[in-house]
């Protein structure tokens, strides 16, 4: 029998002393180590087969990226040992892009068949293929390309989170070289921390004060330079890399208003603005992960909104109406982006807790040139205030817009006749100048 090198993270003492006595006596090396040690201890150990806890399927999703990454690269498979056995456990590990799972209880002959198993294919098949008793007929994984199974697991995650263990994978894709190459920048973005959040500010139609910022993120990249939202975050919100990027720009954002508010005296109804997909909503854990980091930074639930398009809703509706309802008993404002795009926008406000509607710039763009789109527009901000939500007219560019907006009772505007996003050094600038242009005006 050939003796392999298996590396634990973040195991409880008792379980790692009952894996140390059973591997060893298949001539196993074993190593345990804490997640924050799991690169070193993967370069200097090199092991066949990493295996990590529970803890850390649900406390380090920025180590888990990492991890990930490294075991990709070096083709270790990485398993997760489910000791609570969880819906929302297999959910985590399926979004953290585990190779396979343990589940418990396991019989000592059982466990030794999984771990060498995993050993000998490598990290060339989907934690699907373990998860028994809660779905069938489920093929294995096979081929060469790691990317090719990365992108497989992007759609086991999805299958796992959203119908529930129900379906199965039908057929293998491959992904074409853009989306991989955009995917890995994606992750090496992540890791590197080359990911920054941009500020575009919205302003009160009514009294011309700064309401706040809709964070809006971008890549500054040290060889490619400053790359743009609409070159990857498509791919993003189909890629397990979102959940991770999005508890970012969560605290990001946080850290931001912290910071702003250590320099400058806001009113209450400054925040700043974050949008989620219809992937992070539907993520299990999303909210208690929102509640943890605002509180650990201490900021008013107000001053950080959500903004949600009709999609965010489609999939889940009643998942979506407590999520909604979740985030609202906090005091987060709720904001429906992209109001009348889509076709079941009236019937969202009739049933799901929104504050605040935004108007597409579509409407807005050509509201001074064309007829039906300042119908349009006075048409959804009559709606809204009868409803008591507020307005955001997303595209104001011209002075022209802000007149009409304006004479039909808008309550914001944002677009780039205020300010194009800025950085957070520029905002800063940004509301110092509009501060000291409103005390100016009194």
Not at 46 to 59: A, C, F, K, R
Request: with cysteine; charged share 25%.
């Amino acid at each position: 029998m050939n003796s392999n090198t298996i590396l634990f993270l973040d195991l409880k003492d008792h379980i790692s002393n009952k894996f140390k006595m059973l591997l060893e006596e298949q001539k196993h090396k074993t190593i345990f180590c804490p997640m924050e040690k799991a690169i070193e201890a993967i370069e200097k150990e090199n092991p066949d087969l990493v295996i990590t806890g529970d803890i850390s399927i649900y406390n380090n999703f920025s180590m888990i990226s990492q991890l990930r990454k490294h075991t990709l690269l070096r083709g270790i498979p990485l398993i997760a040992l489910i000791i609570n056995n969880t819906i929302q456990s297999y959910i985590f590990a399926s979004y953290n892009s585990y190779d396979g799972i343990i589940t418990t209880p396991i019989s000592k002959k059982e466990l030794i068949h999984f771990i060498e198993g995993f050993i000998k294919k490598g990290a060339f098949f989907s934690v699907e293929d373990e998860i028994k008793n809660i779905t069938s007929d489920i093929p294995s994984f096979t081929g060469s390309l790691i990317a090719n199974l990365i992108y497989q697991s992007r759609i086991t995650k999805e299958l796992l989170a959203e119908k529930q263990f129900t379906k199965s994978i039908k057929k293998t894709k491959a992904i074409p070289l853009k989306e991989r190459e955009t995917e890995n920048l994606l992750w090496e973005s992540l890791e590197n921390n080359y990911f920054r959040l941009y500020y575009q500010p919205v302003i009160s139609l009514k009294t011309d004060k700064l309401s706040g910022f809709e964070s809006l993120i971008r890549i500054e990249h040290p060889e490619k330079g400053l790359i743009p939202p609409d070159q990857f975050i498509s791919v993003a919100e189909n890629s397990a890399i979102i959940f991770p990027l999005g508890l970012w720009i969560i605290e990001e954002a946080c850290r931001q208003i912290t910071q702003w508010e250590e320099v400058f005296i806001f009113d209450d109804n400054f925040r700043i603005n974050i949008n989620l997909s219809a992937k992070q909503f539907i993520h299990p854990d999303l909210i208690s992960n929102i509640f943890e980091i605002v509180d650990r930074y201490n900021i008013k639930h107000e001053r950080l909104g959500f903004e949600l398009t009709e999609s965010a809703f489609m999939d889940d509706m009643e998942a979506s109406n407590i999520a909604l309802l979740q985030l609202r008993a906090r005091q987060f404002p709720i904001y429906m982006d992209d109001f009348g795009t889509g076709y079941s926008s009236l019937s969202y406000l009739m049933h799901f807790p929104v504050d605040i509607i935004k108007i597409d710039q579509s409407f807005v763009k050509w509201m001074h040139i064309d007829e039906q789109s300042e119908i349009i527009v006075k048409s959804i901000v009559s709606l809204a205030h009868n409803l008591n939500l507020k307005v955001v007219a997303e595209g104001v560019d011209d002075e022209l817009h802000i007149e009409l907006l304006k004479s039909c009772d808008c309550d914001y505007g944002q677009g780039y006749y205020f300010e194009k996003p800025m950085a957070a050094a520029k905002a800063s600038e940004f509301i110092a100048r509009y501060f000291k242009k409103i005390n100016s005006n009194t």
